[in-house]
């Protein structure tokens, strides 16, 4: 059981370049999310899905775009990847049942840094 | 807008003895959700224990227990015979019930458990 799975788990980019983080994961949620991790700071939502094929902005959405073609996977996109974009990103899920809600699973996070 | 303050950035203890952890939050909301999570060097993030804001009792997940003030908009996690597995960053987390689905984190507490 793979639980939310992310590739890759490190990347090097140049200012720029253009690049899509993957987040799959295999327990059929509904919801999937993409956070970034600062120093010194708790995770902010960038862009969210409840569903394939829908979207949505989160708190710090600038820069970023996403996809959700499939339910099971959830794609990050830099289209002009910036410095300021250097952080550790995390995808979750989260199952939605009877409008309770579900915790969200975490997978382990990609590092990416743009020089 | 919702926000999550974590007082303390940083937090030790001895292995064996009880440690409390602060979080305060701010919403208008009334019916919420409430979580722990704990993000060891490994930078998963794990679900630690869960309040639902309607539940006057407190959550016990083994010895992980919190004091859920809801008056006082209080939301502290207690880590009762401390483990030097323990050790991690500790986040606390707000999420409404029902339409937006913002997991608001806040900023985190380093917990170490020293031996």
């Known amino acids: 059981n793979a639980g939310v799975t992310q590739t890759p788990k490190f990347r090097v980019l140049k200012t720029g370049q253009s690049m899509t983080l993957l987040c799959a994961q295999d327990m059929n949620h509904e919801y999937m999310y993409w956070y970034r991790q600062d120093p010194g700071m708790g995770l902010r939502l960038i862009h969210y899905s409840v569903g394939e094929g829908t979207t949505a902005k989160g708190e710090v959405p600038d820069g970023y775009n996403v996809s959700r073609l499939k339910k099971q996977n959830f794609l990050l996109g830099l289209e002009s990847a910036a410095p300021s974009q250097t952080s550790v990103y995390f995808c979750?899920?989260?199952?939605?049942?009877?409008?309770?809600?579900?915790?969200?699973?975490f997978g382990d996070g990609t590092r990416l840094s743009i020089l | 807008a919702q926000t999550v303050t974590q007082s303390q950035p940083e937090m030790s203890v001895q292995e064996a003895e009880t440690v409390t952890l602060s979080c305060t939050y701010d919403t208008s909301e009334n019916n919420y959700y409430l979580f722990w999570y704990k993000q060891p060097p490994s930078r998963q993030m794990i679900l630690v224990i869960r309040?639902?804001?309607?539940?006057?009792q407190n959550a016990t997940e083994n010895r992980f227990s919190v004091n859920f003030q809801k008056a006082a908009k209080s939301f502290s996690l207690k880590i009762s015979d401390s483990q030097l597995g323990d050790t991690a960053m500790y986040f606390c987390?707000?999420?409404?019930?029902?339409?937006?689905?913002?997991?608001?984190f806040g900023k985190g507490t380093k917990l170490t458990v020293n031996p």
């Open positions: 309040q639902e804001a309607y539940k006057q």
């Open positions: 979750a899920s989260r199952a939605y049942r009877d409008r309770v809600t579900q915790p969200q699973h």
């Open positions: 987390a707000f999420m409404p019930q029902g339409g937006s689905e913002k997991l608001v």
